[in-house]
């Protein structure tokens, strides 16, 4: 039998086998190509240019050991002010669930095609479990060299029914710790806005619907050619994000067209703002541009929890932060909407946050 896919396959071939039959990337690389298919090549100004990279050491390291610490507050809020992005060590979270965690990514994405497949949209017992490739398949012109389950966060008893078997345990056990650093984050960086207690509403505003993505990055032939995420800042009130060893995160960095690494550091949280809570701050708070690149040796995994707003929320400046007479830069949209506005097209930088400006 010759091979599904080969050098000779038609764009058409490939996109059918990786996308609608849904083998995904991770497929893809499993018939042993030699070359990125040209579904894949981006067009050379949305490549990473190794010219344009800044120093690393621009990303701040916070150790949150204690939360109640003013410091570690302003550390925070900061970082988030000015970066939009940084990473938090002794955060509460033990590294044993850490590395659980990403072991079971590595689990659900090793297992047999045909099982993956179970967790496909159109297989799926449930919208608590997806199976995705790329970004949004439909809406952009060249496609991303990533796949991802999707486990979104309904109730622990919809989690315990439909999480696929092979990781269910350690994404259960990491979520239930790390939404108490979700709490303790959003605490810090709300108290600088002016909110003293969060209550019921504002909660559900902020934190109702998380949503766990294990990401794949398989091997690649030609990184420099592909985007593993192309430039984007994320939707999410904030992201907590654990990235393994490999390398290949990058952020805007200050000067044009610049970009920093994200350096791994064992046992920290990539922390960054998303576009709700620079609306709801509006603007006190930046969500950041960032991208990832796969690697030619390694399959690399990352795992954001997004944290976001309930579907139905409504979400836009905060009366706290309006409170001094302040205009708003934003009106109110639910955040369904916002989310679905994401997904009609391809990523795009910080595109998004223009469809809740006033
Ligand atoms: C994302 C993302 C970065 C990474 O999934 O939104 O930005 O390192 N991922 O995988
Ligand atoms: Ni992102």
New binding site residues.
Partial sequence: MSPPISSSSSASDVIDFVVHKGNGVKGLVDTGLETVPEPYIQPLEERLDPTKFQPENFIPIIDVSNWDDPKVVDSICDAASKWGFFQIVNHGVPLEVLENLKSAAHSFFQLPSEERKKYLKENSPSEAVCLCTSFSPQAEKVLEW?D?LRLSWVSEDQASAFWPPVCKEEALEYVKKVELVTKRLLEALLKRLGVKEIDKTTEYKLTASPIL?L?Y?PCCPSPELTA??GR?S?VSTI?I?L?DDTG??YVRGTSEDSWIH?PHVTGAL?I?IGDVLQIMSNDKYKSIE???IASRSKN?V?I?F?VNPGSDATIGPLPEVLASGETPIYKHVVFSDYFKHFFSKGHDGKKTVEFAKI
């Fill in positions: 990533k991802f993505s990401n990055y593993g995420v984007h994320d992201t994000l990235q290949g995160l994200v990539v960054n960032h991208r990832a690399r990352s954001p997004f």
